[in-house]
Nanobody, 127 residues
Framework: QVQVLEHGGGSVQIGGSLTLSCIAS???????MGWFRQKPGKEREFVAG??????????AESVKGRFTISRDTLVRDTTTHLEMKSLKPEDTAVYYC???????????????????WGQGTQVTVSS
């Protein structure tokens, strides 16, 4: 049974920083890991994705230059981190970590291609 666990969410002031972390068991299964977010009343949207080796990454235009995704492969599990800087109120959302054996190209931005999801962690940015 694959488990995906996130932590690191919380409340932060505008312009502040926060790092989300996620660990997924059975790391050999996960060709791609990604972060998505969902705002109230909105669909889940892509934030950032990373390939198996961590060498290939991409992020949504709305967070480019502010968010950085990284990945570490452990003996059995794999972790991904989302470092968020210069946070804005529009970054407020529930953030989800996702993992799966999808192909990085062209599928990494498509949430339907990910098989495993974490429970989500709330990020709130306010003045």
């Amino acid at each position: 049974q694959v488990q995906v666990l996130e932590h690191g969410g919380g409340s932060v002031q505008i312009g502040g920083s926060l790092t989300l972390s996620c660990i997924a068991s059975e790391g050999h299964l996960h060709n791609v890991m990604g972060w998505f977010r969902q705002k109230p009343g909105k669909e889940r949207e892509f934030v950032a994705g990373v390939s198996r080796t961590g060498e290939t990454t991409d992020s949504a235009e709305s967070v480019k230059g502010r968010f950085t995704i990284s990945r570490d492969t452990l003996v059995r599990d794999t972790t991904t981190h989302l470092e968020m800087k210069s946070l804005k109120p529009e970054d407020t959302a529930v953030y989800y970590c996702a993992a799966g054996k999808l192909k990085y190209y062209p599928d990494y931005r498509d949430p339907d291609k990910y098989a495993y999801w974490g429970q989500g962690t709330q990020v709130t940015v306010s003045s």
